[in-house]
């Protein structure tokens, strides 16, 4: 039997951690019925508080705990839910999280994280020279927080050692899967996968980041040029033509939007396009070849290999995929 801990604190989002709860539950069992084997299932799930006693989730409902954290002698994998309070105030309203992860990181146990509890994690020092992932909306003061970082904003799931770590969002079932497919094997995540009705090639959360998350800076003037392209991204222009336009050299502008967006003004320029495309393959009829002049590209070819990098599916795949059943004409 494999154990699992969750660490369970004030103003934890009470989805990741039933849900977690609820995945391994049914994968344990389903692989212990496969194999026509008695007892308990795969996976026993323990929720942990600091003292034993009821938690309050962002929802106000109470989660009650199995047991105290010092009721826990050993566990083969940690997991920390989602954050949802204020990130610095729980840290330091919650040192027993960090605690018991550097007692956990001195194990062969794996440790994880859904969404932004990849805090935790950075705060007991786990993720040293680790790459790691986080909540799209929390890159910022995370890379503040942790420069000795390696984060990759734009990976989904990221498994570095013994540690494990999600972007955020529904992506705690990503975690749940992969550990599924790590204690047990890829058919039972398959049928979990099923049960649960989640994707499991999904690879990356560029397609559910907002540009919005781009435009958190105090720039005027690169927030200026941002609207300049979201409104003409279907026109052909040269980054050279739209730095002088606004009145700065080339190398200028690219280093001071880099520094303001975090992106290259030609990188920002194609997430704008491929967020528009995206876009219009769910709620329209057009054909990809009219989509993808539509949006400022000539080549269909060079089009699908851009929107497959950024979003794990091909066009035709994106559509088919998120498309509702019905799209008004």
Known sequence: MVSVTVLVFDYALAAAVMGISDLLYFAGNAYQRA???????????????????????????TITPHCAIADIESSDIYLVPTITGDIEQTLKDNPWVVQQLQQAAGTDAIIGSNSNGSFFLAEAGLLDDK?????????????????????????????????????????????????????CDHQTAMEAAKYFMVDLERSTQLSFTPLTSKKYHSDA???????????????????????????????????????????????????????????????????????????????I?????????????????????????????
């Not at 790691?132 to 799931?157: E, G």
């Not at 070819?301 to 008004?328: I, L, N, Q, W």
């Open 221 to 299: 003037l690169i927030l200026q040029i941002q609207g300049w392209m979201e409104q003409r991204y279907a026109q052909a222009f040269s980054m050279a033509t739209l730095s002088d336009h606004f009145g700065l050299s080339n190398r200028t502008f690219v280093r001071r939007f880099k520094q303001a967006t975090g992106v290259t003004p030609l990188n920002y320029l194609q997430e704008v396009r491929l967020n528009a495309a995206s876009r219009l393959l769910v709620q329209s009829h057009q054909s990809i070849e009219v989509i993808t002049h539509s949006v400022g590209y000539e080549d």
């Open 301 to 329: 070819s060079s089009f699908t290999r851009m929107f497959k990098r950024r979003t794990g599916y091909s066009p035709s795949g994106y559509r088919s995929r998120f498309r509702a059943v019905h799209v008004a004409g």
């Open 35 to 61: 194999r026509k084997t008695e007892g308990a299932g795969r996976f026993r799930v323990r929720l942990a508080s600091r003292d034993g006693k009821p938690v309050k989730a962002m929802n106000r409902m």
């Open 131 to 183: 790459k790691a992932t986080t909540f799209w909306d929390n890159v910022a003061l995370f890379r503040r927080r942790y420069p000795s970082v390696d984060l990759r904003p734009d990976q989904l799931l990221i498994h570095d050692g013994n540690i494990l770590s999600d972007a955020g969002g529904t992506s705690w079932f990503d975690l749940g899967l992969y550990l599924v497919e790590l204690f």
